[in-house]
């Protein structure tokens, strides 16, 4: 029936651990590990990304706030002023 000693020997470990099977509750305890090591990679994921983020979100808050507090001369004042010169002019 089996032509290869690989299939002879398959069928015979087969044979023997056909009785073996996991123990009541082990889907259970899988599952239990499987949640705590991803709220764990969960948790050291989010670190290490602040590790990059955080100083980077900073330097761009600070850029951000100094290009807004550069006094350039021009408000909008000065538009405003300009635009209502433009309608008396028509």
């Given at each position: 029936m089996n032509d290869s ?15 073996l099977g996991p123990r ?67």
């Amino acid at each position: 029936m089996n032509d290869s000693p690989l299939d002879a020997r398959l069928a015979e470990l087969n044979e023997r651990t056909r009785a073996l099977g996991p123990r009541p509750g082990f889907q259970a305890r899988v599952l239990v590990a499987l949640g705590a090591r991803a709220s764990m990679t969960l948790r050291r994921d989010v670190v290490r990304s602040a590790r990059l983020l955080v100083p980077v979100a900073l330097f761009l808050a600070v850029v951000s706030v100094g290009l807004a507090s550069r006094d350039d001369g021009v408000t909008s004042v000065d538009f405003a002023a300009a635009e209502r010169r433009w309608e008396l002019d028509w």
